[in-house]
């Protein structure tokens, strides 16, 4: 079975060894060291009880019939409080004269810091070798229960920063077209560089609006687009009600979707249940993500289960035992795919309250 858990101390080896498959454009988890030391460091001290202001949760899948780490994902609480967080805005000018009839709409990027403060899903990748059996959607809507077990932690609003197009040979067009005038550096050096911070974005970036029509046209196909490895992953998101709002990245010109954390699907429709144990339990053909409303002790899998009457949720015994849950603790549940609960959408108890609930 594949399990979800926050990543621990135990896991610095597997996060060096996924830091090392990300590949150029993968800005969060770049195979440097010292990079990656920091950020196993922050996420270890980000799950207590009163987190930083930049907490940062990651999240691991684990093979547990191996033990083998194989994916990782990550939340962060808020973004652009401690450093700027750069992108570009994609608006329309108009230029137009009556009396020489003419009419022009052009595109321009707009470097703004419109997004500070909000909450990021960010450092999502699987090894090449589990890309199948939904691990991908398992990987991807995981931290979304978190957000629904653990709203006071984050923003109201959350970000994801797609991954931008580049080809075979890891060169990004918009780069080319853009960045590289500014930087006079080739993309994966400054792709290390924005692992490490972002101050110099500042320093070297026009503050005034840059004409898309003036870019190659290379540079112009790929604004907004996601990298062919990431697709799945937008697509993943867009289901859950992400949305592409016009912001891009300002190096890879990579999408950002956006969304208010109470409008996510499996936010919004997520129940609890009490769970109860059972050897042998008839289910239908629906996958549901099932995951503890723990912090440090968090687990999300997907599988089959049972209901009973409107307040229990039927799992079996290997279920129970690697998401460490015993006959009476709370699980929330939610279906993998949109689909409504039907008839599961009723509060079962005063003890587990609608994910719903207003926030402090």
């Excluded at 101050?199 to 026009?206: H, V």
């Excluded at 699907?265 to 249940?273: H, I, M, N, P």
Aim: aromatic share 10%; hydrophobic share 35%.
């Amino acid at each position: 079975m594949m399990i979800i858990r926050p990543i621990t101390a135990k896991d610095r080896d597997a996060l060096w060894h996924i830091a090392n498959k990300t590949g150029p454009g993968f800005t969060s988890l770049q195979p440097n060291p010292d990079a990656v030391k920091q950020k196993l460091k922050w996420a270890l001290e980000s799950l207590v009880d009163t987190p930083p202001d930049e907490a940062l949760y990651l999240f691991v899948l684990e093979d547990t019939r191996t033990g083998q780490v194989v994916g990782i994902c990550g939340i962060e609480s808020a973004v652009g409080l401690s450093a700027p967080w750069y992108n570009f805005k994609v608006s329309t000018h108009v230029h137009a004269s009556r009396e020489l009839d003419v009419y022009s709409r052009l595109d321009t990027l707009n470097l703004c810091n419109d997004h500070t403060g909000y909450s990021e899903l960010c450092t999502l990748f699987l090894d090449q070798e589990y890309r199948h059996s939904r691990n991908g959607q398992l990987l991807s809507k995981s931290r979304l229960l978190f957000l629904a077990a653990h709203p006071d932690r984050f923003s109201e609003n959350i970000i994801a920063e797609m991954r931008g197009y580049s080809d075979n040979n890891g060169q990004s067009p918009f780069w080319e077209g853009l960045g590289r005038h500014f930087f006079a550096m080739d993309y994966e050096r400054a792709d290390r560089h924005v692992s490490q911070g972002k101050a110099f974005i500042a320093e070297l970036m026009p503050r005034h609006p840059i004409y898309v029509n003036l870019l190659p046209e290379q540079a112009q196909a790929v604004i907004g687009n996601t990298h062919d490895n990431t697709t799945a992953a937008r697509r993943i998101l867009e289901s859950e009600g992400f949305r592409y709002t016009g912001y891009v990245d300002i190096f890879d010109a990579g999408p950002l979707l956006e969304s208010s954390i109470e409008d996510i699907r499996a936010v919004r429709d997520s129940r609890l249940y009490k769970v109860k144990i059972k050897k042998n339990i008839a289910t239908d053909s629906t996958n549901w993500l099932m995951a503890s409303d723990q912090l440090k002790e968090f687990r999300c899998t997907m599988g089959q289960l049972a209901f009973e009457g409107l307040e229990y949720a039927c799992i079996s015994p290997e279920q129970a035992k690697i998401m460490l849950l015993e006959e009476g603790d709370y699980m929330r549940v939610v279906p993998l795919y949109n689909r409504l609960l039907q008839h599961h959408t009723i509060k079962p108890t005063n003890a587990a309250p609608y994910l719903n609930q207003d926030r402090k």
